[in-house]
């Protein structure tokens, strides 16, 4: 059969591909908001800067080690260097409806976003330089070799047959355990449990959360990688997730308090998160039960962090990594061949062998994001050093990373 | 005998309290916006997940400088507007000014302080 370029499955993609690309922003100033205010130039950048950094790595050779001719399931081969042959024509082994070069540009914004995420954990006192280094190191051994695995055609978990839509172990369990992993190597801020760290600027959070919402669904309906039924049921069950998982986490909030705007924000996310890697596979009405119970495991994990005084500083690993963990055993729960003809059944749709496919993928995505994160920011530690001086830290990052200031 | 009165209330009393001394014929004063804490050692603020303590709370200080003759009359308007009767009222500090020169006509001491219409007019006390 020829591969047939698809007018309305390019449109959607390419608008999809705006909408990811926007969520690294919006994550900029979600975490932008939640660090005090000599440090928010400093958040800011270390997100934006992978839009220029990955954007490179990404067309010279990510691409190629993610999606080339697969080496024996472990890692790309090397025919997509410098996005060779990347062109108008479709891929058949990655969607036959639109040009190769808008599935390669798609998934670059999964590459872009994915580190980024990961600066939660050590905003506030990494040095700007080891931060560069550690995140190429990162994308091209961790990121490319994961995505090869789960998406890659020939990847190892990918014949295994894991369901994971759109990125639960390769954006957000990675992000998740690396964010652990980094933290522990990095050490705590300056102050951090003596005196209180307040967000400069919640309303930045909030407007950051909710551009991640809007571009949340061209990372899951656009996983679709057409404009179809399976497209409108990972926009409904992604929007449904957040929707649940926010008042979830308003009702946990209230009965520790008050009604958290910031803990508000944070539960949309949270359900964002958890639903990714099931988006695509399971019903509106499962999807309530994803962000239900993503809410208060993320929820507790958070305080289990804090009471632990460790200082992943913006809870990525609560947020995203516990979050789309549940996510992905979600997926080997509720899916179901009626939502996706290209997906498989669940537990609870009679095929419990998947459950554990579904846990093998969360575990070694787990095991080895966490394990190269930990060994690659020991190696900057003991060489170039990972932190600023503790003056430069009293300083704030964006006088003495930047000389700059936010407000004058 | 000039004073000064630093006057530490809670921010949404500033209004009052400025209006409470024009109103006795005090114009001149400066406000600081400061952070701190008294006895009662700060409060609860939400988090993401629970709760967390914030000791430093945002305040209002208002300066003023006076006759000694008005330092009552200015406390007493002080007292009643910033009042609400719960902790974190604040707290008004006096202390003794040295000098006192107005700029723009080098008057010095009682006299730099006096304005047309101030309490010192109404009390029909003159320039010395």
């Given at each position: 059969m ?14 999809c ?17 939640m ?18 950094l ?10 190629s ?14 025919n ?28 670059m ?8 995420l990961?600066?939660?954990?050590f ?5 700007f ?9 990162w ?27 759109a ?14 992993a ?19 600027n ?73 639903v ?32 632990r ?13 516990i ?8 997926a ?6 009626s ?16 459950i ?53 | ?9 809670r ?12 109103e ?26 629970g ?18 003759r ?23 500090f ?35």
């Amino acid at each position: 059969m020829v591969n047939q370029i698809n007018a309305g499955d390019t449109a959607w993609i390419l608008v999809c591909c705006s909408l990811v690309l926007l969520m690294t922003p919006a994550l900029a100033m979600f975490y932008g908001g939640m660090v005090r205010r000599k440090n928010v130039l400093s958040t800011l950048t270390l997100s934006y800067i992978f839009m220029a950094l990955i954007g490179v790595q990404w067309v010279a050779f990510g691409y190629s080690l993610a999606f080339g001719t697969s080496i024996h399931g472990w890692i790309g081969g090397l025919n997509f260097i410098g996005f060779h042959g990347v062109d108008a024509v479709p891929n058949p082994d990655y969607s036959k409806t639109i040009p190769q070069g808008l599935f390669a540009a798609f998934q670059m914004m999964f590459a872009v976003i994915t580190p980024a995420l990961i600066t939660g954990a050590f905003v506030e006192r990494v040095r700007f330089k080891s931060f560069l280094l550690f995140s190429l190191l990162w994308a091209t051994l961790v990121y490319d070799p994961l995505c090869h695995w789960v998406w890659g055609q020939g990847g190892w978990l990918k014949n295994l047959g894991v369901l994971d839509f759109a990125g639960g172990t390769v954006v957000h369990i990675a992000a998740g355990f690396s964010a652990l992993a980094f933290a522990l190597v990095i050490g705590p801020r300056k102050g951090f449990g003596t005196s209180p760290m307040e967000p400069n600027n919640i309303p930045l959070t909030v407007l950051g959360a909710g551009l991640l919402w809007v571009g949340w669904f061209g990372f899951n309906a656009g996983s679709a990688l057409a404009a179809n039924g399976v497209a409108v049921n990972a926009l409904l069950t992604t929007n449904t997730s957040a929707a649940t998982a926010g008042l979830v986490w308003m009702v946990l909030s209230w009965l520790d308090g008050r009604p958290s705007t910031l803990g508000i924000a944070t539960g949309m996310v949270v359900g964002l998160a958890a639903v990714t890697p099931a988006s695509g596979f399971i019903t509106p009405m499962a999807s309530m039960v994803v962000g239900a119970v993503a809410a208060p495991l993320s929820y507790y994990a958070m305080r289990f962090r804090d009471r632990r005084k460790l200082d992943e500083s913006l809870d990525v690993w609560a947020c995203h990594g516990i979050a789309s963990t549940w996510g992905m055993i979600a997926a080997g729960l509720f899916a179901t061949v009626s939502v996706n003809s290209d997906g498989a059944n669940g537990l609870f749709f009679g095929n419990p062998g998947q459950i554990g496919i579904q846990i093998l993928a969360a575990i070694v995505t787990m095991g080895f994001a966490f394990s190269m994160t930990y060994v690659l920011a020991k190696a900057l530690n003991a060489s170039i050093g990972l932190r600023v001086s503790p003056m430069e830290e009293e300083v704030g990052l964006d006088i003495s990373s930047h000389g700059e200031r936010s407000y004058s | 005998m000039l004073k000064k009165v630093e006057a530490i209330i809670r921010e949404d009393k500033v209004n009052d309290v400025k209006d409470a001394l024009a109103e006795i014929g005090i114009m001149g004063l400066n406000i600081f916006e400061v952070r701190g804490h008294g006895r009662q050692g700060g409060i609860q603020l939400v988090g993401r997940a629970g709760t967390y303590q914030v000791n430093m709370l945002p305040k209002i200080q208002v300066n003023i400088v006076l006759s000694d003759r008005n330092l009552e009359a200015a406390i007493d308007a002080i007292l009643k507007a910033a009042f609400t009767g719960e902790p974190g009222d604040g707290l008004i500090f006096v202390s003794p000014i040295d000098e006192v020169i107005r700029i723009r006509t080098r008057e010095r001491g009682q006299d730099a302080m006096m304005y047309p219409g101030d309490i010192d007019e109404r009390k029909k006390v003159s320039k010395g």
